[in-house]
């Protein structure tokens, strides 16, 4: 009797088409079904295998049962502003988010590449119970296969500032980000895929010389060193200046966007010192602020977004400090927007 092929290790949507060639060739098939299988992924968005039927029945039952997809879509909520987060559980029992935002005629997915999160930013549902583990490149990829099916369309955008520390991951961010730009599959151009962090400048360099052609935004959120380790506890200490000068430093290298995230918070960083002292490490350098009206979180009830005048102000001196800005509007306040919020209070309801 003929030995069984071996089995597949795990989900196959983590794989580049020479990986998943090597895989199925282990189980006796062809190597122009790689390329199917990977084109039905992440070009059609076929998560399901016994969706794809370009593949023989019997291989469609086998990859079923043997390699399902390492994500299951377990709660979608739309706000009235279209954006909708989505709620995906992992094989081990643990949960992350994605997030779907329409702007006009661009969709931008955010996606996670950790459970938890190490930096613990107080404005963040995310590292309210630390990092748990990083995520797989079938995990942080699958998103977007949940993306595509809910929307019907390609998503124009990705943002990789969902749960978790990107750089912590970075090898699988890679990976990732690899299969999106993929030819044959969904052929996202690298350009429209921005990477953030809270991390080090060593850590940015470390991206910039994977020479991924993608953008980067530093979740800055303060002026100075003091303010921002109270905001950013588990960022390094010291860091504003050398963050800024690396971001400038990427910009200049990679020839891509370099971005400065500021989250505002009513009082703690919003006021027009705080703006004074922001344009102060930024004028002259190729780098954009991001302006973010504070999202409620439940578990900091005593935070609260900035006024109106507040942020209009604050946005206002930078720019004439000659700093590119842009103040962002507040999208989904009535379905936990804020990140990793759905995750925290699912998750914390399962412990009651």
């Known amino acids: 009797m003929a030995e069984r092929a071996a089995a597949p290790e795990g989900p196959l949507t983590g794989d580049l088409p020479e990986v998943l060639a090597e895989r199925l060739a282990a189980m006796g098939e062809p190597p122009y079904r790689a390329r199917q299988l990977f084109r039905a992924f992440h070009a059609e968005g076929r998560l399901d295998p016994q969706s794809i039927t370009t593949l023989p029945a019997a291989l469609r039952e086998r990859l079923a049962q043997e390699a399902p997809p390492a994500t299951t879509l377990k709660e979608a909520q739309e706000a009235a502003d279209g954006t909708t987060k989505l709620l995906l559980g992992l094989a081990d029992g643990r949960a992350v988010e994605s997030v779907l935002i329409p702007e006009n005629d661009r969709v931008t997915v955010c996606v996670s590449t950790q459970v938890g999160c190490p930096i613990r930013c107080i404005f963040c549902a995310s590292g309210v119970r630390g990092l748990l583990r990083n995520l797989t490149p079938a995990e942080i990829v699958e998103p977007l296969i949940h993306a595509r099916a809910r929307l019907g369309k390609r998503p124009t955008h990705i943002v990789l500032m969902g749960m978790g520390e990107p750089l912590l991951n970075l090898d699988a961010v890679v990976q990732a980000i690899r299969i999106w730009t993929h030819p044959d599959g969904m052929g996202m151009s690298p ?162």
């Open 191 to 352: 350009r429209r895929i921005t990477v953030s962090t809270a991390l080090t400048p060593q850590r940015i360099d470390a991206l910039a010389a994977a020479d991924l052609g993608v953008n980067l935004a530093v979740s800055l959120h303060a002026p100075d060193d003091v303010t921002r380790a109270e905001l950013v506890p588990g960022s390094p200490v010291g860091r504003v200046k050398a963050l800024v000068e690396a971001a400038a430093r990427f910009a200049t290298t990679t020839r891509r966007d370099a971005t400065v995230e500021y989250v505002l918070i009513d009082k703690l960083n919003d006021q027009p010192a705080h703006a004074e002292a922001l344009a102060d490490v930024l004028e002259g350098l190729p780098i954009h602020v991001n302006l973010i009206p504070f999202n409620p979180v439940s578990h900091r009830p005593d935070l609260a977004p900035p006024s109106g005048l507040a942020a209009t102000g604050f946005a206002r001196r930078l720019a004439e400090r000659n700093v590119s800005v842009t103040l962002r509007t507040q999208r989904g306040e009535d379905i936990a927007a804020a990140c990793g919020q759905l995750a925290l209070e699912r998750a914390l309801g399962e412990d009651d």
